[in-house]
Structures are given as C-alpha cells and as structure tokens.
C-alpha cells in the first residue's frame, strides 16, 4: 500500500522567513496531493493540494511543487506568520479500484514561527 | 466548504463499556466515510473506510470487533468502541468526501477526544 514520508518533524522559523516542508510517496498511481494544517485539539484543515496532472499551485503566501518522476512533493510557505505555527500534514490519495480514495497521511511537520 | 459534525466531543467512560462515536455529513451526501486515529503528537493513522450500506473496510491491525462501523445513511456513520480499555484513548476523528467527486477536499469532523479510566 501506500506509504508517505514527511521531513522535518520540526521547523522553527523566525517570522518573515520561509518553510519548506517535504513529502515522499510510495506508490506512483497515487494522483492527489493535499496539505492540511491542524491547530492543536483541532481540526485537520486543507491548504492547499495538487493533482498528478499539475506539477506547481501557488495561493498567496503558500505555494505546492510535485514531481511525479521522483514521488515527491513540498509544500513552500513563504513571510510565515506566528499565526502559520501549527501542524501541517501531507497526503496521497492512491487510485483505488473500489473507488473510496482514502487518504494515507505523513507523519507531520510541528512549525514555529517565533516573532 | 462542506461541513462535518461529530458527536461527542469529549467522552469519559470507564473501562469495559462500549462508546459511541456519531460522524454527520451536514451538507452534503457522503456514501464513504473514514475513521481515523491520532495519538498526540502524532499523525492520523486511517482505521476503517465506512461505506453507506454495506460493510466497512478495515486496515490491516485494526480489530473489526473492536471499532464496529456503521453507515447507515448517506449522511451518517458511526464508530463504536467496544469494551473500551485505557489504551483505547485517543484523539478520533472522521472525514467524508463529496460523493461522486474524485480528487477532491476531504472535510473532518472535529473530533473527539476518548479517555478510558
């Protein structure tokens, strides 16, 4: 099955710095990518995510790259906030032939971003 | 964006009861539905995929007797937890997609939070 790898564990930033988080994927029909940020005791919310078809999408401050030859993908966060400090996980949906696209999460990235 | 609910929040219960975990599509149908666990600090590991009328899928080391699955609706699944003990606590949490839509947002619900004693 799927298997997805996330580095760092940690990332501490000073405010106005950059993040860049990275994700490795096992299984090459996997064809959807999300990111999510969870708050602690909080809910996982979505970011921003790619499909196989696209190989970059950008949203304001956050940006996603895929590179589908080397099953990896990062997520760039560029003038990070203190408000940006959370847990950010990556996700592979691999294709299914049932059809449920269930999510494989990485491990998770703790971000900091210090005023 | 869609929303999610999950009931409770919070539970409480004592060792050898079983506990009910309700996951609600509130706004949109959802014929999949999947249970996941967290333990703190730690990432959401998937445990079962609910699919409305028929019997849920279960990832490899998770105990069907254990978490009994149940999707009764397009709009409801639930997870019970079955003669919970201590190491039974967790962080649980559902998500559901939009039916029919692939390679799309999943939405959580909030989660609850489970604490055997």
């Known amino acids: 099955g799927e298997n997805v790898e996330q580095h760092p564990s940690t990332l501490s930033v000073q405010e106005g710095d950059s993040a860049v988080i990275k994700c490795t994927y096992s299984d090459s029909a996997s064809n959807y990518f999300p990111w999510y940020k969870q708050e602690l005791g909080k809910r996982p919310q979505l970011i921003i995510d790619?499909?196989?078809?696209?190989g970059e999408k950008k949203d304001q401050r956050i940006a996603v790259t895929l590179n589908k030859t080397a099953k990896h993908f990062s997520l760039h966060i560029t003038e990070t906030q203190p408000e940006d400090s959370a847990v950010y996980f990556c996700?592979?949906?691999?294709?299914?032939?049932?059809?449920?696209?269930?999510?494989?999460f990485g491990t998770g990235t703790r971000l900091l971003v210090s005023p | 964006g869609a929303v999610v609910s999950q009931h409770p929040s919070w539970v409480i219960c004592k060792s050898g009861t079983s506990v009910k975990i309700e996951c609600r599509s509130l706004d949109f149908q959802a014929t999949t539905m999947f249970w996941y666990r967290q333990f703190p600090k730690q990432s959401l590991m998937l445990m079962a995929t609910s699919n409305e009328g028929s019997k849920a899928t279960y990832e490899q080391g998770v105990e069907k007797d254990k978490f009994l699955i149940n999707h009764a609706s397009l709009t409801l699944s639930t997870l019970t937890v079955t003669s919970a003990h201590p190491e039974d606590s967790s962080f649980y949490i559902c998500s559901a997609r939009v039916t029919g839509v692939r390679n799309t947002e999943a939405f959580f619900g909030q989660g609850t939070r489970l604490t055997v004693v």
């Open positions: 996700a592979a949906t691999p294709r299914m032939n049932t059809g449920f696209q269930k999510l494989v």
């Open positions: 790619i499909r196989s078809n696209v």
